[in-house]
């Protein structure tokens, strides 16, 4: 890792091809859960985490907060999918990693985000 002159911080040298360099940036950055699976929103009460959600310690995303993450019932850290949402409350779109998760897992997600003023997609890794 070399230092990054805009932000200081070390600059991951990634290997392999996108899903690699997703995986890299798990490995290196701690996963928060601060909306566990069953939990509620803190503004939309009837809205209901089907599976654990946080974000990656130490990131950036395009909403200039730390990288959403849902982290499913598979249990393994490898990055099968994202899904790419637009907003159309906040006029915002982005991108979330889906850390581990089961097909099932990714029906409810993709159900969830698909409720209300949001519309997405998810894109599954091949292998």
């Known amino acids: 890792m070399t230092p990054d ?4 911080l070390p600059t991951l040298d990634f290997t392999g091809d996108f899903w690699d360099a997703l995986d890299q940036l798990v490995a290196r950055c701690p996963i928060v859960i601060d909306r566990p699976k069953d939990s509620a929103h803190p503004r939309y009460p009837s809205l209901i985490y089907p599976v654990d959600y ?5 990131t950036t995303s395009s909403d200039g907060v730390e990288i959403d993450v849902w982290r499913g019932s598979e249990g393994s850290t490898r990055v099968n999918a994202i899904s790419c949402s637009v907003d ?4 915002d779109a982005e991108i ?3 850390i581990g998760c089961t097909p099932d897992d990714q029906m409810l997600i993709l159900a969830q985000m698909n409720s209300g003023v949001m519309r997405a997609i998810i894109v599954r890794r091949d292998t």
Request: net charge positive; no cysteine; aromatic share 6%.
């Open 54 to 58: 946080g974000y990656l310690d130490g």
């Open 96 to 98: 979330k990693l889906l």
């Open 88 to 91: 159309g409350l906040k006029r």
């Open 5 to 8: 002159t805009l932000s200081g």
